[in-house]
């Protein structure tokens, strides 16, 4: 079991930028892919992006592609999302996650360990 926890959300107003931080336990960090999650109030948890176990490879949402991204350290045990360019419509729980899938996919039931999620909120 990893244990997850994420933090660096907040508010910030639109164009701004934040970056999130996922830190996790246990020693196995390096062999799972993560993925990055968003749910709005009345919406369903939405895939942000990706990474692969080593970091060489990322893959993200089209809503997020060239505004966000995704990387890791695994000597820290900690996955990051950079969010620059925000817009009102990223205010969600952001949630990180892992999944033993070598090739990260946009689906949350692929996914197994979960944190307890970082608000964000974007004011116009």
């Known amino acids: 079991q990893v244990r997850l926890v994420e933090s660096g959300g907040g508010l910030v107003q639109a164009g701004g930028s934040l970056r999130l931080s996922c830190a996790a336990s246990?020693?196995?960090?390096?062999?799972?892919?993560m993925g990055w999650f968003r749910q709005a109030p009345g919406k369903e948890r939405e895939f942000v992006g990706a990474i692969t176990m080593s970091g060489a490879n990322t893959y993200y949402a089209d809503s997020v592609k060239g505004r966000f991204t995704i990387s890791r350290d695994n000597a820290k045990n900690t996955v990051y999302l950079q969010m620059n360019s925000l817009k009102p419509e990223d205010t969600a729980v952001y949630y990180c996650?892992?999944?033993?899938?070598?090739?990260?996919?946009?689906?949350?039931?692929?996914?197994?360990?979960w944190g307890q999620g970082t608000q964000v909120t974007v004011s116009s």
């Open positions: 996650a892992t999944t033993y899938r070598t090739i990260p996919t946009a689906r949350p039931g692929d996914y197994a360990n």
């Open positions: 246990g020693r196995t960090f390096s062999t799972y892919a």
